[in-house]
């Protein structure tokens, strides 16, 4: 009796199931049209030519329409061949109103150096018991790595989980150190690292789209700044080839970096 019922049961429910997926089809549309028509609006209030910090960054707030709390980002776009171990563009920075939230820190050391980074308001510190853990869970949860130098030939073996995401420790970037009390504190405050990819872009954030003008154009001003102090000095020819500021979900704005630049070299 219920065998014969069944094709008819599971036919409703094709039904019912095709009905639900079309109707999730449609909303979907409507929501991708009106975003599309969003983006063409911000977009076409960009005009084609650079500008000024000071101008992009209320030109960007001003043409937002994302709901929540865009991160703001500026890319540079390097006159450097990455290939070349000489020509890498690497650096730190601290952003002076920081990126507005707090990066989870976590801290690799041995003895005092651990109650130091605690003190210091690292969210995790410990030994041998955090590698094992970053081992054995793939555990990631993290924003910033800092170890010191003697416990470097375990977090070394730590390069395939950590590399890919950027977290593993660099004496460049100050990650490496005995003096974990002052890194955790740059971390918390706004430091932010930079480095040329494979395409000789820079992309770093420079805070949220909700921060007054003033605050993402300091910010801004002092990446770039940043990263025109770290040109190679075997780089020939125009260093920064371009620069673009941009949100989430926001146009890209073509920035006019030669006022940052002049100041640099002043």
């Known amino acids: ?154 977090v070394g073996r730590l390069g395939k989980i950590l590399g890919p995401k950027g977290l593993m420790p660099n004496p460049k970037t100050g990650t490496v150190t005995f003096d974990v009390g002052k890194a955790v504190q740059e971390v918390k405050a706004g430091k932010v690292e930079f480095r040329t990819d494979k395409t000789a872009l820079v992309h770093c954030p420079v805070g949220k789209i909700s921060f007054t003008p003033d605050k993402l154009i300091e910010n801004a001003t002092v990446l770039i700044t940043s990263v025109i102090k770290a040109k190679p000095s075997v780089a020939k020819g125009k260093y920064i080839k371009g620069c673009y500021l941009s949100s989430t979900m926001g146009p890209g704005i073509a920035l006019d970096v030669a006022p940052i630049e002049a100041a640099a070299k002043a």
Do not use: C
């Open 1 to 154: 009796m219920f065998g014969a019922l069944a094709p008819e049961i599971r036919i409703k429910q094709h039904h019912g199931s095709s009905n639900h997926r079309r109707a999730v089809g449609d909303k979907e549309k409507q929501m991708s049209k009106k975003e599309g028509k969003n983006i063409a609006k911000a977009h076409a209030a960009v005009e084609k030519r650079p500008y000024v910090l000071q101008d992009a960054v209320p030109l960007l707030q001003k043409v937002k329409y994302a709901k929540f709390d865009e991160t703001v980002e500026v890319t540079l776009r390097l006159g450097v061949d990455p290939k070349h171990a000489d020509q890498m563009v690497r650096g730190t920075v601290v952003l002076p109103h920081g990126l507005g939230k707090s990066k989870k820190v976590l801290v690799i050391a041995t003895g005092e150096k651990v109650k130091e980074a605690e003190a210091a308001g690292a969210d995790f510190a410990g030994g041998e018991e955090m590698v094992e853990k970053i081992t054995k869970e793939n555990w990631t949860d993290f924003d910033a790595l800092i170890a010191t130098p003697d416990v470097m030939k375990s």
